[in-house]
């Protein structure tokens, strides 16, 4: 069992920067692969970055490429993803995500076994 809690979501305004943290708890030698999705009204659940816990690879959504950086801190069991460059389209629930598999493409939701509550992120235009 892992346990994930998301924080720093908020209103920002169009071009500017917000960093979202995820802490894990539990049985979290159990997780391989740390991922971040987001979902806005109306639309699945889309995969945004993800990062090898142990190696440290790091797998990027065309959409947010340049833009984001996902980076994890072992020590202190948190992931974080930096965002930049904010656009309105950037506007949804974000959620951390932990799994226990590793050759799978990352970027499936489906594949992942623990999820966050999520924190909603607002960009303004």
């Known amino acids: 069992q892992v346990r994930l809690v998301e924080y720093g979501g908020r209103l920002v305004q169009a071009g500017g920067s917000l960093r979202l943290s995820c802490v894990a708890s539990?049985?979290?030698?159990?997780?391989?692969?740390m991922g971040w999705f987001r979902q806005a009204p109306g639309k699945e659940r889309e995969f945004v970055a993800a990062?090898?816990?142990?190696?440290?690879?790091?797998a990027y959504a065309d959409s947010v490429k340049g833009r984001f950086t996902i980076s994890r801190d072992n020590g202190e069991n948190t992931v974080y993803l930096q965002m930049n460059s904010l656009k309105p389209e950037d506007t949804a629930v974000y959620y951390c995500?932990?799994?226990?598999?590793?050759?799978?493409?990352?970027?499936?939701?489906?594949?992942?076994?623990?999820w966050g509550q999520g924190t909603q992120v607002t960009v303004s235009s």
């Open positions: 990062i090898q816990w142990r190696g440290g690879s790091v």
């Open positions: 995500a932990a799994r226990e598999t590793y050759g799978i493409r990352w970027s499936d939701p489906r594949t992942y076994d623990y």
């Open positions: 539990g049985r979290t030698f159990t997780s391989y692969v």
